[in-house]
T-cell receptor, first 114, second 117 residues
């Protein structure tokens, strides 16, 4: 079974400052890793994913994440945040089987302050 | 890209009412769909896996008779909250994976906000 730990439940940051949202996972098998964003009263939008290959993954809205197998981490970063980045961010993991659902972390609330 | 449509987006009803939520895959056929529940300021909790043409697989602690799931076609799964009570109020989200995209991530509907008075 897989599990995901998002170490920070809330992250306040000033506009145009850099941000890192932390994610660690646990699994006994190879996994795929994802970051999703959720705006209020909406579903989830995929930011980026790691399936294989380069460990640095670039996503939408200027976000990127780095897969670190030795540290079992997949931290999300953005060099300069905007007010519009205020949202809930979820890290998720999936094994390689087609019909298994994603397992989510508890989420990190990013609040960008003007 | 693949789109999952969920309807309705918001429901307010009286206690004791049964509510049906639809989840459709618009441009792909989904043999498997997933239903999640999300409480305020919390993560998504998997409720059940909906399998086309067969019974749904429920997670531990989810009442099968309370949350009826029907996956009658390759593009439609429904979740019916039977005799809903205030404690069933929550945000329900469905998702599906396009089998034509291999092990690509799940696509999510926009969710249904259920409020039971």
């Amino acid at each position: 079974a897989q599990s995901v730990t998002q170490l920070d439940s809330q992250v306040p940051v000033f506009e145009e400052a850099p941000v890192e949202l932390r994610c660690n996972y646990s699994s006994s098998v190879s996994v795929y890793l994802f970051w999703y964003v959720q705006y209020p009263n909406q579903g989830l939008q995929l930011l980026l994913k790691y399936l294989s290959g380069s460990t640095l993954v670039k996503g939408i809205n200027g976000f990127e994440a780095e897969f670190n197998k030795s540290q079992t981490s997949f931290h999300l970063r953005k060099p300069s945040v905007h007010i519009s980045d205020t949202a809930e961010y979820f890290c998720a993991v999936s094994d390689l089987r087609r019909n298994t659902p994603l397992v989510f972390g508890k989420g990190t609330r990013l609040s960008v302050i003007a | 890209g693949a789109v999952v449509s969920q309807h309705p987006s918001w429901v307010i009803c009286k206690s004791g009412t049964s509510v049906k939520i639809e989840c459709r895959s618009l441009d792909f056929q989904a043999t498997t769909m997933f239903w999640y529940r999300q409480f305020p300021k919390q993560s998504l909790m998997l409720m059940a896996t909906s399998n086309e043409g067969s019974k749904a697989t429920y997670e531990q602690g989810v009442e099968k008779d309370k949350f009826l799931i029907n996956h009658a076609s390759l593009t439609l799964s429904t979740l019916t909250v039977t005799s809903a009570h205030p404690e069933d109020s929550s945000f329900y989200i469905c998702s599906a994976r396009d089998p034509g995209q291999g092990n690509q991530p799940q696509h999510f509907g926009d969710g249904t906000r259920l409020s039971i008075l």
